[in-house]
């Protein structure tokens, strides 16, 4: 089946513009992550999203930086004022809720090819 | 301390030896732990997950969970080119937040 998509796959803004990433999840994964992955770093928790439970949103580097889930499915981040060390790779991953109907999900996150955004 | 620390590679090995990759976490509450491998340009995939302390073996991988020590590592058996990549080490606490590691960069030489 389809696998978790986002887009662009590259976006090139000028510093002090507002960038948009979206992600569409697995069908059926009700939790859903952002990461943030800079050159030669690991992946950075930027937020979670379960369901309809409020988001974790402790990751945000800033208040320049804000997502939203529309109908629990497609997710899009969003950058205001970009600055030129927001030039990272941002990933999307969707897993499966918990098995106990709780509100951890299960283990295995899947994630989509990321947005590669570069800041001049 | 970082939460999550991995050997730092570059990790060069001929075709056939073995890679060993090695991690360590901060948080003594860890449950869940994983191995991510991505290759360059592209996502990171799972390869391995385990949560008991021992060996879990998959295919040419086997993970080793030593929670006392606070320690994860991935071996690579009979390392083929294709496992040139980054593997990534993550680590889960109790809650839904993944914290990864670096990553050490494999290189398997024909």
């Known amino acids: 089946g389809a696998g978790v998509s986002q887009s662009p796959s590259n976006k090139v803004t000028e510093k002090g513009k507002d960038v948009e990433l979206r992600c569409d999840p697995i069908s059926g994964h009700t939790a859903l992550y952002w990461y943030r992955q800079s050159l030669g770093q690991g992946l950075e928790f930027l937020i979670y999203f379960q369901g309809n439970s409020a988001p974790d949103k402790s990751g945000l580097p800033s208040d320049r930086f804000s997502a939203e889930r529309t109908g629990g499915s497609v997710s899009t981040l969003t950058i205001q004022r970009t600055q030129q060390e927001d030039s990272a790779v941002y990933l999307c991953?969707?897993?499966?809720?918990?098995?106990?109907?709780?509100?951890?999900?299960?283990?295995?996150?899947?994630f989509g090819p990321g947005t590669r955004l570069t800041v001049l | 301390q970082k939460e999550v620390e991995q050997n730092s590679g570059p990790l060069s090995v001929p075709e056939g030896a073995i890679a060993s990759l090695n991690c360590t976490y901060s948080?003594?509450?860890?449950?869940?732990f994983f191995w991510y491998r991505q290759y360059s340009g592209k996502s990171p995939e799972l390869i391995m997950s385990i949560y008991s302390n021992g060996d879990k073996e998959d295919g040419r991988f086997t993970a080793q969970l030593n929670k006392a020590s606070q320690y994860v590592s991935l071996l690579i058996r009979d390392s083929q080119p294709s496992d040139s990549a980054t593997y990534l080490c993550?680590?889960?606490?109790?809650?839904?937040?993944?914290?990864f590691g670096a990553g050490t960069t494999v290189t398997v030489r024909a």
């Open positions: 991953a969707s897993s499966l809720p918990g098995t106990s109907g709780g509100v951890l999900p299960t283990d295995t996150q899947y």
């Open positions: 948080d003594r509450g860890s449950q869940s």
């Open positions: 993550a680590v889960r606490a109790n809650d839904y937040k993944l914290s």
